[in-house]
């Protein structure tokens, strides 16, 4: 199953044997990231557990405060944005460079209202003065440790935040590559690559969700 | 070595937007029958599971792709549940509760 038709062997560096396996070192290689990555959120919901495992009533009342239609919006526009994505990579496969471009600008487009919907949510929060840690000013809910659970929360979702941006930069180099033409039925590892962590940041998501957001 | 290089389906792939779509409605869903505690979580993180499964799949692909990647991601996932299982045996047989915390 390689691709040696020697007009698009262009992109094969001179360490590897073939396109096929310069294609398989490389999505390896971004599975070993999402590995780190795995393990660097672990952490957080790590520390989620064991906070919910000590005060179970504290996340009861404090998810509340948390606005579950614009959660779930938010978790739609995410799956889409994967469906985007993967069908980008479909349409490179098929040699398809407009829709290939179509379809990583509707990914940009899902992730900046994904953020725009999380600016609202932030927005609103910090109103009521609920900030991280000691700068929570809100009273209420009337738990003593109502502070920690916000923390958590602005670390879990800003994280995740943090990876929707460098995710939009990501995809924004992947369309103006793509309208130089670079992408091809035989080469098209940068978006399969950027795709595998657009996929992991959705399914962080799907999991801060019901974790945050459908606590009752 | 399984070949990375694999046609993704059109169908297979809105089919598995459909299904994950359909799954974020019922977990939306649920929560008005009031399940108990500790099932409504159960329930919350088994459909997240099921999710997260759908897109590991079929939008990673990795059910067609290297078996080291899929041996990467499973090791994962081991090595998280670990973490969090090892620190629980901790911090949930202290009494009381670490001070400060």
Known sequence: MSHNSSAVQSHVAHHFVDSEQQFDAAKFGMWIFLVTEILFFGGLFAAYIIYRAWYPDLYTMASTQLDTTMGAINTGVLIFSSLTMALSIWAAQHNDKKKTGIFLLVTIACAFAFMVIKYFEYTHKFHLGIFPGEAYTFTGIDHPKAHIFFSIYYMMTGLHGIHVIIGIGLIFWLWMKNNKGSFNSAYYTPIEIVGLYWHLVDIIWIFLFPLLYLID | MSSGHHALSFKVLISTAIALAVLTVITVAVRSIHIPSPFNIIVAISIAVVKAYLVVMYFMNLRNDSRFNLLSFVFS????????????????FRVPIVPGF
């Open chain 2, 77 to 92: 996932v081991l090595f998280l549940l670990i973490l969090v299982g090892l620190t629980m045996l901790d911090t949930m």
